[in-house]
T-cell receptor, first 111, second 117 residues
Framework: KQEVTQIPAALSVPEGENLVLNCSFT??????LQWFRQDPGKGLTSLLL?????REQTSGRLNASLDKSSGRSTLYIAASQPGDSATYLC??????????FGTGTKLQVIP | GAGVSQTPSNKVTEKGKYVELRCDPI?????LYWYRQSLGQGPEFLIY????????DSGLPNDRFFAVRPEGSVSTLKIQRTERGDSAVYLC???????????????FGPGTRLTVL
């Protein structure tokens, strides 16, 4: 059974700092890995998707990496802003239907 | 529509009642997913549709839960004899079918918050 862990559970940083969120998974036979952002009381917003054959994806200040062999992914956020405050979730897909989410990292960026 | 929509946004019901939650996916997305999210947890997979058929319903917790997608577009999640433990946010997502060469990026709706009193 796939298990997805995100560390830390919560993180508080001053504005402007670069930061890294971690995601680890137990079964490396994945189809893709997707990072999401969730604001309080809202649905999920897709940030980045990495196919199993890829090693990283970039979008603006965000960079996600994937190391399948070690079962790890990181989400790097450069020059953090208060608007980045949210919960960040990673999800891995086995085949193309079985999706397992982590419990998330709650990020607070302090102005 | 432009995104995935879900109705109602909030539903309060009494224990033992029947509820229906609706999801309207992005036009053209053949894959549709239902998830349940409890407070402080990540979404938990319930069921996946490819077109009209449920390709994987292994996440449904018991036979009180049922979902349909009769025309391959709108889906309804049905919960019978609701229990207080069913209280959660129910999320719906859709994606282009990887059978068509897509990467299965999932797009989520805003969710329905279900409260069972």
């Amino acid at each position: 059974k796939q298990e997805v862990t995100q560390i830390p559970a919560a993180l508080s940083v001053p504005e402007g700092e670069n930061l890294v969120l971690n995601c680890s998974f137990t079964d490396s036979a994945i189809y893709n890995l997707q990072w999401f952002r969730q604001d309080p009381g809202k649905g999920l917003t897709s940030l980045l998707l990495i196919q199993s054959s890829q090693r990283e994806q970039t979008s603006g200040r965000l960079n996600a990496s994937l190391d399948k062999s070690s079962g790890r992914s990181t989400l790097y956020i450069a020059a953090s802003q208060p608007g980045d405050s949210a919960t960040y979730l990673c999800a891995v897909t086995r085949g193309y239907q079985k999706v397992t989410f982590g419990t998330g990292t709650k990020l607070q960026v302090i102005p | 529509g432009a995104g995935v929509s879900q109705t109602p946004s909030n539903k309060v019901t009494e224990k033992g009642k029947y509820v229906e939650l609706r999801c309207d996916p992005i036009s053209g997305h053949t894959a549709l997913y239902w998830y349940r999210q409890s407070l402080g947890q990540g979404p938990e997979f319930l069921i996946y549709f490819q077109g009209t058929g449920a390709a994987d319903d292994s996440g449904l917790p018991n036979d009180r839960f049922f979902a349909v997608r009769p025309e391959g577009s709108v889906s309804t999640l049905k919960i019978q004899r609701t229990e207080r433990g069913d209280s959660a946010v129910y999320l719906c997502a859709s994606s282009l079918s990887p059978l068509a060469g897509a990467n299965n990026e999932q797009f989520f709706g805003p969710g329905t918050r279900l409260t069972v009193l």
